[in-house]
Nanobody, 121 residues
Framework: QLQLVESGGGLVQPGGSLRLSCAAS????????MGWFRQAPGKEREFVAA????????TYADSVKGRFTISRDYPKNTLYLRMNNLKPEDTAVYYC??????????????WGQGTQVTVSS
């Protein structure tokens, strides 16, 4: 089993920034492709960004391209999501996931518990 724990969410004003972290434990972090997803109230979980196991390939949803950056720190077994120029429509619970590097939630084997991001003035 791979355990994932997200942190770094909170309340931020429009135009602000946040960095989410996802700490992994239990298995070899470097073997897994990783992704970030989000889910707003009343909506389906949607893809945000993904990173291959090697770190060489990144994929972003069009809605966050140019504003969000996914990265990973292998020695720290941690996945990050840097979010800049946040908008109210970015408000959601953000989840990290492991086991794939595409945009389909069903492709991933492991999920964190989520962290709330609220963008509001």
């Amino acid at each position: 089993q791979l355990q994932l724990v997200e942190s770094g969410g909170g309340l931020v004003q429009p135009g602000g920034s946040l960095r989410l972290s996802c700490a992994a434990s239990g298995r070899t972090f470097s073997r897994y492709g990783m992704g970030w997803f989000r889910q707003a109230p009343g909506k389906e979980r949607e893809f945000v960004a993904a990173l291959s196991w090697s770190g060489s390939t990144t994929t972003y949803a069009d809605s966050v391209k140019g504003r969000f950056t996914i990265s990973r720190d292998y020695p720290k077994n941690t996945l990050y999501l840097r979010m800049n120029n946040l908008k109210p429509e970015d408000t959601a619970v953000y989840y990290c996931a492991a086991g794939a590097d595409d945009g389909r939630p069903s492709s991933y084997d492991y999920w964190g518990q989520g962290t709330q991001v609220t963008v509001s003035s």
